[in-house]
Structures are given as structure tokens and as C-alpha cells.
């Protein structure tokens, strides 16, 4: 019995070590608009997510026609079981493309946001990978719902769609994302955040999604 249980002990502790620092996040932007989704801890009480979580424009594109310029107070993180509000500290405006899929996009597909709370939380760190992943890595994604492995299918690269000039990349991940999941962590081998949650494919019988990779993720906290 000791023996198990010093085993289990073992296999708690690995996963523990193992789990990114996912929080849920829920933005109100008026009456019957709240979105959820997923934000990652970076350490000291910062924390990043995708962009088109707090983006007001996405949110009246989307039904929301009474949305405000900026969510109508600020976004929560749910920590340790309770609500935190955290601080906008930056984030990429999104801009419409017309009738080019996805109809809402984001300049150098930076879909992401930088948040703050005012007391950092006792949560391990996530740290941007040093280098992008490539084709046929194998990467797993973090999010609320589950931990799930997955293959880097390879990048997609925009210029124009539409209107706008995009001129960014895409990681192409051979998976099926669920509603919610925008802005969980995508791993990879060292464990280090490879990229962030941003899309899924609204096509019939489709299998993949698509995240942020880790050095546009890299150059957006530079900037900040």
C-alpha cells in the first residue's frame, strides 16, 4: 500500500509539474455578451490570451451590436476558485476583411492580449519557446476542458485578405478546438508555450485549428 501510494504520489506530482498555468476568463462586453475563453500565466501577475477574446469590434461582428468600445468592465480571471478583475494592459485591434474568410483579422495574426491582476498569483510560469515548432512536431494544448495531444500539420502565411494587409503566420495544428478553448497554451516538447489558441476551422468535416506561434507571441511582449 505505501509503495502505491508513494507512486501515486509520483504521477500527481509529474502532472502537477507538467500543467500549464491556464485560469478561465470571462469578459462582459453588455447585456447577453460574455465571452469565455482561456488566459496563460507568464509570471508576476501577468497574463496573456488571444486578442479577439477582448476585442469589442469581434464582439458587435458577432451579435453583440450594443458592445462598447471597450468591454463594459474588466475582464475576470477565475484563480484559485475566485474571480480576480485584471487590467488591459495591451492588446492587437482586429480589422475587418470584407467578404475574405475568417471576415475579422488581426495585424501579423498577433491575436493576442496582455493582462495584469493586482496580486500575483501563486501559479507557475509559462515562457515562450526560443524558436517556432515545426512541421510534425508533436505539441500538446492546454486549455480548461482538457490536456490533448496534437501534431503541428505546418504554417499558414497571409498577405492581403480582403481589404487588409495581414502579413503574418499562422501555426496549422491537426486538431479539432471546441468553443472556449481560444487562448489556451499550446506545448511543446520542453514545455515551453509554443503558441496561443487563436482559431478553428468553420468548414464541414474540417480537423484543424490554428494558434499563434511563439515568436510573434515573443516580439508582442517585447513591444509592450
Not at 500500500?1 to 485560469?23: E, K, N, Q, Y
Not at 515548432?133 to 480582403?162: H, N
Amino acid at each position: 500500500m505505501r509503495g502505491l501510494l508513494a507512486a501515486a504520489l509520483v504521477i500527481l506530482t509529474t502532472l502537477s509539474a507538467r500543467a500549464a498555468p491556464v485560469v478561465e476568463l470571462r469578459v462582459v462586453f453588455g447585456p447577453g455578451c460574455t465571452g469565455v475563453g482561456v488566459a496563460i500565466h507568464l509570471g508576476g501577475g501577468l497574463f496573456v490570451t488571444a486578442g479577439h477574446l477582448l476585442d469589442p469590434g469581434l464582439a458587435r461582428r458577432e451579435g453583440c451590436p450594443g458592445a462598447a468600445l471597450e468591454p463594459e468592465r474588466p475582464p475576470t480571471l477565475i484563480i484559485d476558485g475566485l474571480p480576480t478583475p485584471a487590467a488591459i494592459l495591451r492588446r492587437v485591434p482586429g480589422v475587418a476583411t470584407g467578404d475574405a474568410a475568417p471576415g475579422w483579422a488581426y495585424p501579423g495574426w498577433a491575436d493576442l492580449a496582455l493582462l495584469r491582476v493586482a496580486v500575483p498569483p501563486s501559479l507557475p510560469a509559462a515562457r515562450p519557446c526560443p524558436g517556432d515548432a515545426a512541421a510534425g512536431d508533436r505539441l500538446r494544448v492546454e486549455s480548461l476542458m482538457r490536456r490533448a495531444e496534437t501534431r503541428l500539420a505546418g504554417q499558414e502565411r497571409t498577405g492581403m485578405l480582403g481589404p487588409a494587409r495581414i502579413d503574418g503566420t499562422l501555426l496549422v495544428l491537426d486538431i479539432v478546438l471546441n468553443p472556449g478553448e481560444s487562448g489556451g497554451a499550446v506545448l511543446g516538447p520542453a514545455e515551453c508555450l509554443a503558441g496561443i489558441v487563436s482559431a478553428r476551422q468553420d468548414l464541414p468535416g474540417s480537423r484543424y485549428s490554428f494558434a499563434v506561434p511563439a515568436g510573434t507571441l515573443r516580439a508582442f511582449l517585447v513591444r509592450q
